[in-house]
């Protein structure tokens, strides 16, 4: 199992880049600023239709593109057409994203859950994420809501530090999980099956017994998404860093 890399605890992480006005999230222009000040970055992983690896939040097409249909649906040619929240920026594939960042900053990646119920229906995403990832040369650490997804990964790529992504899921967000399977993943039950060895964690959830129980035996704590000095300085009373957006935190 491998460890967090020192600079995923020392170096705030910018969550889907460094983005504000023009500079949407998960584009090229957000992850170049995120370098250029210093910051780690945090991206997100879906599917094209033929499997390729592109850095896109959401599982369907309108917030983003202004497009309709699902984000799979797609292949690269359409993909490559569409362009981010108005703006001149293309979606970027995750090789992209890897020959952009090169090393310079530690960069976090967050492969989405392609079941959308936790389930192990995942396709072969997270295969195709450990192609890429297992040759790359730098601070570099993959998670995924779904223990299935990261489980995946590790056995494809094990020389990759993994973690998972995790909350208290509540019942009204989390709708589309049965009771058992959000109990059984707020209680962060599959660290140690899929070989975790850090968690992002929700930060209204940090009183969660179980992070406690995790933190206690020395398991790094990232948290997600801080979005002010106010909710950084009670985020950092229990995680070791912070994923932000919204303002420039201290320290890069």
Excluded at 51 to 67: C, E, K, N, S, Y
Excluded at 105 to 133: F, H, N
Excluded at 144 to 151: D, G, W
Aim: some cysteine.
């Amino acid at each position: 199992m491998m460890g967090l890399h020192p600079d995923f605890l020392r170096l705030p992480i910018a969550h889907r880049g460094l983005h504000s006005d023009g500079i949407p999230e998960n584009s090229m222009a957000a992850f170049r600023a995120a370098i250029a000040a210093g910051y780690g970055i945090e991206c997100d992983i879906q599917a094209a239709s033929d499997g390729t690896p592109i850095v896109f939040h959401d599982d369907d097409l309108p917030r983003l593109t202004g497009a309709e249909g699902l984000v799979r649906a797609l292949g690269m040619d359409a993909i490559s057409m569409l362009r981010i929240m108005g703006t001149d920026q293309a979606v970027p594939t995750l090789a992209e994203l890897l020959a952009e960042v090169a090393g310079r900053v530690p960069l976090l990646i967050e492969i989405k859950d392609q079941s959308l119920r936790a389930t192990d229906d995942i396709g072969d995403l997270s295969v195709r994420v450990a192609e890429l990832v297992a040759a790359y040369d730098g601070p570099v650490a993959v998670m995924s809501f779904n223990p299935h997804s990261i489980a995946a990964f590790h056995a494809a790529a094990p020389g990759v530090t993994v973690g998972l992504t995790t909350c208290g899921y509540d019942p009204d967000e989390w709708a589309m999980l049965d009771a058992s399977t959000r109990a059984r993943l707020a209680a962060i039950a599959d660290y140690d099956r899929v070989g975790a060895s850090f968690v992002s964690h929700d930060r209204k959830d940090l009183d969660n017994p179980a992070l406690t129980a995790l933190k206690s035996q020395g398991v790094p704590v990232l948290t997600w998404t801080i979005r002010s000095p106010a909710q950084e300085a009670d985020a950092r009373r229990v995680a070791d860093n912070i994923t932000f957006e919204g303002y420039l935190p201290e320290g890069a």
